[in-house]
């Protein structure tokens, strides 16, 4: 999953909050998914468009893009992004369908309180910098009254508690042993040198001295619990949706969960319908290639590149996927002649440079990766000249060694795109 919807929140996404959407004004989410054509809060007598079906329980194209748009990124996405991203916000709404489900073959039965209501109303009013009366009349232009929003905050947070409660019982006790604490703090804390070992790698002994156990056990203990639980509930929800009926209208998306959940006949199938489309995607391509790639059908994953080039000649991701698939293939000589083109029409496209000069090194093309490492910190010393940070996360420091650059791209890179390792399962 993408980081809009990070690790944990894959889980927490479907614990839904009053979210506002800044556009003209406010709504809350609860009135955003009941309002429809008609205004006034009051549903239209027409029927949403139905995007998937889970075991007969429909998502709605409004509940969807509602949820998209929350979970929106603040910057652009490529065209290799927008598809998992599209993806992982409707797997969010199909796992949430499941839980809930669960829930009513559990019987599960939660309360709200009032002073739950009280603080995430005033949270509301905190977040957004507004007095009760600025929102109140911010609400009111579009037909919805405060009493609505505390009813909607009310809904949210049982369906939260609900979810929450679901969970924990579904996925029961987790359990810590003493080993586990032990065998992590061995790892996170390994035994300092000796003064006489220091002293002779040059190091000082007295900075890598250790916490005792008994300081950081709890703090251990939780670190592995959370990641036990975190897997457990992920191995929950994939055998819930193993076992569940699930239907994808949306082509793309269809084509996609096929691919993501090793259906590769049927995403062979899918995407090479969408590549004969007259105004095609190019990462279609991409995803069909890595469909034959799973198969084992090189040659057929290879001709799809070479059609997709002649198709897209100056697209650059598709030369890079292209050159990472003749990389898996041990034919590194032509692996390097697709990204010297990608080079010479790369400009100062910083996370382009990175990705060339991943590749160049993990070729053994040294000169070129210098060449490209080179890029990249004139790169990233302009953008800091103009306080515009190359990466997210990166540091504002005027000079940017080759560490500081590779940690910071890297990062970045492990943020917002999707590697095609990703497929290659």
Not at 143 to 155: C, F, N, P, Q
């Amino acid at each position: 999953m993408f980081d809009t919807l990070r690790d944990n929140s894959k889980i927490i996404v479907y614990i839904v909050v009053i979210i506002f959407v800044i556009s003209g004004g406010f709504m809350g989410f609860g009135a955003y998914l009941n309002r429809q054509s008609g205004g006034g809060g009051q549903a239209s007598n027409q029927t949403p468009a139905v995007i998937a079906e889970v075991n007969g329980m429909e998502i709605s194209q409004q509940e969807y893009y509602s949820l998209l748009q929350q979970q929106a990124p603040q910057s652009n996405l490529s065209s290799s992004q927008i598809i998992p991203f599209r993806y992982n916000v409707l797997n969010a709404l199909i796992e949430r369908k499941l839980i809930m489900a669960q829930a009513e073959t559990l019987d599960i039965n939660v309360e709200v309180s009032k002073s739950e209501i009280d603080e995430n109303y005033k949270n509301i009013l905190d977040q957004n910098k507004m007095t009760e009366e600025e929102l109140t009349a911010a609400l009111s232009k579009q037909g919805y009254t405060l009493g609505e929003l505390r009813s909607d905050i009310k809904s949210n947070l049982k369906e939260s508690k609900t979810i929450t409660k679901t969970i924990d019982k579904s996925v029961g006790e987790i359990k810590v042993s003493e080993q586990e604490i032990k065998d992590l703090y061995n790892k996170k804390y390994p035994e300092p040198e000796s003064e006489t070992k220091a002293a002779e790698n040059n190091t000082d002994s007295e900075s890598s001295q250790r916490p005792a156990l008994s300081d950081v056990r709890s703090d251990l203990k939780s670190e592995i619990k959370n990641k036990k639980r975190n897997e457990a509930i992920n191995k929950w929800l994939k055998d819930l949706k193993a076992s569940a009926e699930i239907t994808i209208n949306n082509p793309v998306l269809s084509a996609y969960h096929a691919l993501q959940n090793e259906n590769y006949t049927t995403a062979v199938e899918k995407f090479s319908e969408l590549v004969k489309q007259e105004e095609t995607d190019p990462i279609f391509y991409t995803y069909l290639a890595r469909s034959y790639k799973q198969q084992d059908k090189f040659d057929q994953a290879k001709e799809v590149y070479e059609n997709a080039i002649k198709a897209f000649p100056e697209n650059n991701n598709l030369r890079i996927n292209y050159a990472q698939f003749l990389a898996d293939q041990n034919n590194n000589e032509a692996a390097i002649t697709q990204l010297d083109k990608v080079a010479a029409a790369a400009k100062d496209d910083f996370m382009t440079h990175y990705q060339l000069y991943m590749m160049y090194s993990r070729l053994g093309a040294e000169e070129k990766a210098k060449a490209e490492m080179e890029e990249i910190q004139r790169l990233s010393k302009q953008m800091q000249s103009k306080n515009v940070p190359s990466v997210p996360g990166e540091n504002d420091e005027e000079n940017t060694n080759n560490t500081d650059v590779k940690d910071a791209a890297e990062e970045s890179n492990n943020k917002i795109e999707e590697s095609s390792q990703g497929n290659s399962k």
